[in-house]
């Protein structure tokens, strides 16, 4: 998913092709058009979708750095249905920082990180910040 | 016995009585009887019985007179009647107003004048002169019972809401006008020129998209009309003048002696076309358009001009090129503007807002009071020959008094004019009336 | 994921009226945001939930199936319901005012109206008294916003950027509302536009000496009066309508003179660059402003103009659901 969960994938597919030598594909989404929330919060910048293969019955994981309410892998999947039916879909993100507002449970996750809503957490990733971290910090609004 | 009825007496207190017509400026007390002006001085004893109306802080001066006024009756009763048009005059401080014919029926013969004069004595606030039209039915073609109009009270002709197009029938209303001792009253517009058009030519039209009047438009048969009041000896009076250019006309033609008079509205003095841009803020033009652009309050003929234009009216007035003041007073009911622009109707309804608009030109020192005041009473009166616009002893005791410095906020809504339609609405004016009084009766005070 | 692009140059209109209303960064998004929609105009379904329970009225008072089909088509792909209301459908030829057909349609709860009048200013009027979202699909000779953008879409797909390119617009200036709009969209890109055209079909003050006032939008518009001169090393051509009303108006003794001084052929074609981009707002007087031949021609990107239209209003509408309530001008 833009956008970092993009090269997460990825380093994911890489390291998978470094062990096994098999490819697994990867695809972008935009979740821009499938949101619940586009009166509150505006419309966005859109970015591009490519989904390069055809995902009917095929098992389709779906990656992303933060996994925090839930609504945007619930959009996410409404997209994807969109594209075909895929026979399994799993979620794998970097950073779980729990306040789940949907019955959504990631099969795979890099480490649980709870927090206080008052508080972000930023992923920064070597291809699209120029490191590698992961950074709470207090939310200045608040 | 017959008991015999004082007439009643009535001082005006305190006031700076301003006269233009007798050079008169000064802190004064003005003593009415009756329906006259019997004494301007220092009253140091007061008789018993008379009224009195403290003016102190205010002007007091002759009641205005407004040449250039659409009543609308008969025929077109939903945007204004002759009740609560001469209402709204006197609100503005308008003692005589001068009803243009292009009612319907337009008043081309006798039985229709006198139903406006007959109307207008009965219910009217103010005095009401009629105007009687150029041409039957003011189509352009043949001229008007134009004697018959005289004699039942016409103090002049004209076909306003459009032009004399023809320049033939132009110089035989001329010619026949002169007979009479009486104008034509033109409202210059060359239509091959302005057709289609609804606002000024320029830029704010073309980034509008819509088509606007060139100055040429106007400048075109005003220089026509100059020639052909010269050809005839007649008198032309040019209605609501609104262009740098027809200003020099002018300037050059009564240099030469031709006789030609001219009038300004009070919105041609003092607005732009940029307010069909939707705001009144020294704006940039060149600003994008918001939802408040096309705005219809602001649409009328002739167009609001461009900063240019409009800068040099005040000195035109001040110099005497442009002879008085006249409202162009033209009411439209809600429907009639609440529309695309290029469907409105043209017209701004000016009585009540005259006065605080006319000051503003006062406020920033282009004209000084005194002859600001001329242009609406000794000016109009000379023109019209009447004893009129004066506080001369013996004369009829037609008098407005205003605060120059009061500022009030413009709620069209609450106007007493039906026509609710100008573009200052929602903005600030300073300069008020405060009571006017018509032959010492008190016809408007504001609350 | 979301909260990241809250902060992420969110932008919302109230309504679509005008190009001179948009920033270039404005314009870069919605021209970003076409790009992805695009996307979605080549998926096999071709159909995302984003404007599901919107309302959108398309009302044409002026005849145009391709732009009206062109908006049914975005709203319907972006899963909103579309109702249309043409001038012979709506009660206008009853003589019902503007202002009563459109309280009907408030009625109808509509969140965005896409309109297409005769008259100028006649969108502005519904922004001004109705509560929904209002896109001009062309009023007058005002503005067609839309399709400007249109055409910035297909420039800079086709070009790769827009700044510098020398733009070329032949034709009848004085009433194309797509000349106009592009004037504004074409300078805030930074893109290099001259003008030809016969002198009276050019509004007075580009021609008077108006445009060297200080702060003027289109200072930078070169008039050329030669076509050869206007054409030489352009990177688009675009070539205006010319309607025959204009002949009979005065503004011009013939079409048939009009196509010898202005008429677009492929001899006049190779005077602009190799690849320049051939455009026209549609629909095309073939014989007058341009040859046939041309027309269908490979330089021709006429039907591209027609692909990007939809995706271009997806875009808008998908921005205009969003928006705010408040008009993004406050009245002075």
């Given at each position: 998913?833009?956008?970092?969960?993009?090269p997460?994938?990825?380093?994911?597919?890489?390291?998978?092709?470094?062990?096994?030598?098999?490819?697994?594909?990867?695809?972008?989404?935009?979740?821009?058009?499938?949101?619940?929330?586009?009166?509150?919060?505006?419309?966005?910048?859109?970015?591009?979708?490519?989904?390069?293969?055809?995902?009917?019955?095929?098992?389709?994981?779906?990656?992303?750095?933060?996994?925090?309410?839930?609504?945007?892998?619930?959009?996410?999947?409404?997209?994807?249905?969109?594209?075909?039916?895929?026979?399994q879909?799993?979620?794998?993100?970097?950073?779980?920082?729990?306040?789940?507002?949907?019955?959504?449970?990631?099969?795979?996750?890099?480490?649980?990180?709870?927090?206080?809503?008052?508080?972000?957490?930023?992923?920064?990733?070597?291809?699209?910040?120029?490191?590698?971290?992961?950074?709470?910090?207090a939310?200045?609004?608040? | 016995?017959?008991?015999?009825?004082?007439?009643?007496?009535?001082?005006?207190?305190?006031?700076?009585?301003?006269?233009?017509?007798?050079?008169?400026?000064?802190v004064?007390?003005?003593?009415?009887?009756?329906?006259?002006?019997?004494?301007?001085?220092?009253?140091?004893h007061?008789?018993?019985?008379?009224?009195?109306?403290?003016?102190?802080?205010?002007?007091?001066?002759?009641?205005?007179?407004?040449?250039?006024?659409?009543?609308?009756?008969?025929?077109?009763?939903?945007?204004?009647?002759?009740?609560?048009?001469?209402?709204?005059?006197?609100?503005?401080?308008?003692?005589?107003?001068?009803?243009?014919?292009?009612?319907?029926?337009?008043?081309?013969?006798?039985?229709?004048?006198?139903?406006?004069?007959?109307?207008?004595?009965?219910?009217?606030?103010?005095?009401?002169?009629?105007?009687?039209?150029?041409?039957?039915?003011?189509?352009?073609?043949?001229?008007?019972?134009?004697?018959?109009?005289a004699?039942?009270?016409?103090?002049?002709?004209?076909?306003?809401?459009?032009?004399?197009?023809?320049?033939?029938?132009?110089?035989?209303?001329?010619?026949?006008?002169?007979?009479?001792?009486?104008?034509?009253?033109?409202?210059c517009e060359?239509?091959?020129?302005?057709?289609?058009?609804?606002?000024?030519?320029?830029?704010?039209?073309?980034?509008?998209?819509?088509?606007?009047?060139?100055?040429?438009?106007?400048?075109?048969?005003?220089?026509?009309?100059?020639?052909?009041?010269e050809?005839?000896?007649?008198?032309?009076h040019?209605?609501?003048?609104?262009?740098?250019?027809?200003?020099?006309?002018?300037?050059?033609?009564?240099?030469?002696g031709?006789?030609?008079?001219?009038?300004?509205?009070?919105?041609?003095?003092?607005?732009?076309?940029?307010l069909?841009?939707?705001?009144?803020?020294?704006?940039?033009?060149?600003?994008?358009?918001?939802?408040f652009?096309?705005?219809?309050?602001?649409?009328?003929?002739?167009?609001?001009?461009?900063?240019?234009?409009?800068?040099?009216m005040?000195?035109?007035?001040?110099?005497?090129?442009?002879?008085?003041?006249?409202?162009?007073?033209?009411?439209?009911?809600?429907?009639?503007?609440?529309?695309?622009?290029?469907?409105?109707a043209?017209?701004?309804?000016?009585?009540?807002?005259?006065?605080?608009?006319?000051?503003?030109?006062?406020h920033?020192?282009?004209?000084?009071?005194?002859?600001?005041?001329?242009?609406?009473?000794?000016?109009?009166?000379?023109?019209?020959?009447s004893?009129?616009?004066?506080?001369?002893?013996?004369?009829?005791?037609?008098i407005?008094?205003?605060?120059?410095?009061?500022?009030?906020?413009?709620?069209?809504?609450?106007?007493?004019?039906?026509?609710?339609?100008?573009?200052?609405?929602?903005?600030?004016?300073?300069?008020?009336?405060?009571?006017?009084?018509?032959?010492?009766?008190?016809v408007?005070?504001?609350? | 994921?979301?909260?990241?692009?809250?902060?992420?140059?969110?932008?919302?209109?109230?309504?679509?009226?005008?190009?001179?209303?948009?920033?270039?960064?404005?314009?870069?998004?919605?021209?970003?945001?076409?790009?992805?929609?695009?996307?979605?105009?080549?998926r096999?379904?071709?159909?995302?939930?984003?404007?599901?329970?919107?309302?959108?009225?398309?009302?044409?008072?002026?005849?145009?199936?391709r732009?009206?089909?062109?908006?049914?088509?975005a709203?319907?792909?972006?899963?909103?319901?579309?109702?249309?209301?043409?001038?012979?459908?709506?009660?206008?030829?009853?003589g019902?005012?503007?202002?009563?057909?459109?309280?009907?349609?408030?009625?109808?709860?509509?969140?965005?109206?896409?309109?297409?009048h005769?008259?100028?200013?006649?969108?502005?009027?519904?922004?001004?008294?109705?509560?929904?979202?209002?896109?001009?699909?062309?009023?007058?000779?005002?503005?067609?916003?839309?399709?400007?953008?249109?055409?910035?879409?297909?420039?800079?797909k086709?070009?790769g950027?827009?700044?510098?390119?020398?733009?070329?617009?032949?034709?009848d200036?004085?009433?194309?509302?797509?000349?106009?709009?592009?004037?504004?969209?074409?300078?805030?890109m930074?893109?290099?536009?001259?003008?030809?055209?016969?002198?009276?079909?050019?509004?007075?003050?580009?021609?008077?000496?108006?445009?060297?006032?200080?702060?003027?939008?289109f200072?930078?518009?070169?008039?050329?009066?030669?076509?050869?001169?206007?054409?030489d090393?352009?990177?688009?051509?675009?070539?205006?309508?010319?309607?025959?009303?204009?002949?009979?108006?005065?503004?011009?003794?013939?079409?048939?003179?009009?196509s010898?001084?202005?008429?677009?052929?492929?001899?006049?074609?190779?005077?602009?660059?190799?690849?320049?981009?051939?455009?026209?707002?549609?629909?095309?007087?073939?014989?007058?402003?341009?040859?046939?031949?041309?027309?269908?021609?490979?330089?021709?990107?006429?039907?591209?103009?027609?692909?990007?239209?939809?995706?271009?209003?997806?875009?808008?509408?998908?921005?205009?659901?969003?928006?705010?309530?408040?008009?993004?001008?406050?009245?002075?």
């Amino acid at each position: 998913m833009h956008s970092r969960g993009v090269p997460l994938a990825k380093r994911i597919s890489s390291i998978i092709h470094g062990f096994e030598s098999k490819t697994v594909d990867v695809g972008i989404l935009d979740i821009g058009l499938y949101r619940d929330d586009i009166s509150e919060k505006g419309s966005q910048r859109m970015r591009p979708t490519d989904i390069p293969v055809d995902i009917n019955s095929k098992r389709v994981v779906i990656v992303d750095d933060v996994l925090y309410t839930g609504r945007s892998i619930r959009a996410a999947m409404d997209a994807l249905n969109d594209f075909g039916r895929p026979g399994q879909i799993q979620l794998a993100v970097l950073v779980d920082r729990g306040h789940r507002e949907l019955p959504i449970r990631p099969d795979y996750v890099g480490k649980n990180v709870p927090t206080a809503k008052e508080e972000d957490v930023h992923v920064r990733l070597e291809e699209t910040d120029g490191l590698d971290e992961v950074v709470i910090e207090a939310n200045e609004e608040n | 016995m017959e008991s015999r009825v004082l007439p009643e007496s009535l001082v005006i207190r305190g006031g700076r009585v301003i006269d233009p017509s007798a050079n008169l400026d000064k802190v004064s007390d003005l003593f009415l009887i009756g329906d006259k002006i019997a004494e301007i001085g220092n009253l140091e004893h007061i008789p018993t019985g008379t009224k009195v109306f403290e003016a102190s802080g205010m002007v007091v001066c002759p009641g205005f007179i407004d040449i250039h006024c659409h009543l609308r009756e008969p025929g077109q009763e939903y945007k204004e009647t002759i009740a609560s048009g001469t209402k709204a005059a006197a609100a503005g401080g308008f003692t005589t107003v001068c009803a243009m014919p292009n009612t319907d029926p337009p008043i081309d013969n006798r039985s229709i004048l006198e139903f406006v004069t007959s109307k207008a004595r009965s219910e009217g606030s103010v005095r009401v002169l009629p105007i009687g039209c150029v041409t039957k039915r003011s189509e352009g073609r043949e001229l008007a019972e134009m004697a018959e109009l005289a004699d039942a009270g016409a103090i002049g002709f004209s076909d306003d809401g459009h032009p004399v197009w023809d320049a033939n029938i132009m110089r035989q209303a001329l010619s026949y006008g002169a007979g009479l001792g009486l104008p034509i009253i033109n409202h210059c517009e060359v239509p091959e020129l302005a057709q289609g058009a609804s606002m000024n030519e320029g830029w704010i039209a073309t980034r509008l998209g819509i088509r606007g009047m060139p100055n040429s438009a106007e400048e075109i048969m005003v220089a026509r009309d100059i020639s052909l009041a010269e050809l005839t000896g007649g008198h032309v009076h040019l209605a609501h003048v609104s262009t740098s250019g027809t200003l020099s006309l002018v300037k050059e033609a009564k240099r030469r002696g031709v006789k030609v008079t001219c009038e300004v509205t009070p919105h041609h003095l003092t607005l732009t076309d940029q307010l069909v841009m939707g705001s009144f803020e020294e704006e940039n033009a060149f600003d994008p358009l918001s939802s408040f652009a096309y705005d219809t309050s602001a649409k009328v003929n002739p167009p609001l001009r461009s900063k240019e234009d409009v800068s040099v009216m005040a000195e035109g007035l001040s110099d005497g090129t442009i002879d008085f003041i006249a409202t162009d007073h033209a009411p439209h009911s809600a429907i009639d503007k609440m529309c695309t622009f290029q469907e409105a109707a043209f017209g701004i309804s000016v009585l009540e807002t005259a006065l605080g608009s006319v000051l503003t030109l006062v406020h920033n020192g282009l004209i000084t009071l005194p002859k600001l005041i001329s242009k609406l009473t000794t000016e109009p009166a000379s023109f019209l020959n009447s004893n009129l616009g004066t506080l001369q002893v013996g004369k009829p005791a037609d008098i407005t008094i205003f605060d120059p410095n009061r500022e009030w906020y413009v709620d069209s809504s609450k106007f007493l004019s039906k026509g609710k339609n100008t573009p200052l609405n929602g903005q600030y004016l300073k300069g008020k009336v405060k009571a006017t009084f018509l032959g010492g009766q008190k016809v408007y005070e504001d609350s | 994921m979301i909260e990241e692009m809250r902060n992420n140059d969110g932008v919302s209109f109230k309504h679509v009226l005008d190009i001179d209303s948009f920033t270039r960064s404005d314009i870069e998004l919605v021209l970003e945001n076409t790009s992805a929609m695009e996307e979605v105009l080549n998926r096999n379904i071709k159909k995302v939930p984003a404007l599901r329970g919107k309302t959108i009225v398309t009302l044409f008072y002026e005849p145009s199936t391709r732009t009206r089909v062109s908006f049914e088509q975005a709203g319907k792909i972006l899963s909103a319901d579309v109702i249309n209301v043409t001038d012979s459908t709506s009660s206008s030829s009853k003589g019902e005012s503007l202002y009563n057909t459109v309280l009907t349609i408030q009625a109808m709860k509509a969140d965005i109206i896409v309109i297409r009048h005769h008259h100028s200013g006649a969108p502005h009027f519904l922004a001004r008294n109705l509560k929904s979202h209002v896109i001009n699909a062309g009023d007058g000779v005002h503005a067609h916003p839309t399709q400007s953008l249109l055409d910035l879409y297909t420039i800079k797909k086709r070009l790769g950027s827009i700044d510098g390119k020398k733009v070329t617009i032949i034709g009848d200036l004085l009433y194309s509302r797509v000349a106009r709009s592009n004037l504004w969209g074409l300078t805030k890109m930074g893109a290099r536009v001259v003008l030809c055209g016969p002198q009276t079909l050019i509004p007075n003050d580009f021609l008077n000496g108006h445009r060297k006032q200080e702060g003027h939008p289109f200072a930078s518009v070169e008039i050329e009066s030669s076509v050869e001169k206007a054409l030489d090393g352009a990177d688009v051509v675009m070539a205006l309508r010319l309607q025959r009303e204009r002949q009979q108006a005065g503004h011009l003794p013939s079409l048939r003179e009009y196509s010898q001084s202005y008429g677009i052929n492929s001899q006049r074609l190779k005077l602009a660059n190799k690849d320049a981009l051939l455009m026209h707002p549609g629909p095309m007087n073939e014989g007058v402003e341009i040859e046939p031949d041309v027309a269908h021609g490979n330089q021709s990107v006429i039907e591209d103009q027609v692909t990007g239209g939809v995706a271009v209003r997806m875009s808008l509408l998908y921005t205009l659901a969003a928006g705010s309530d408040n008009e993004i001008l406050p009245r002075p």
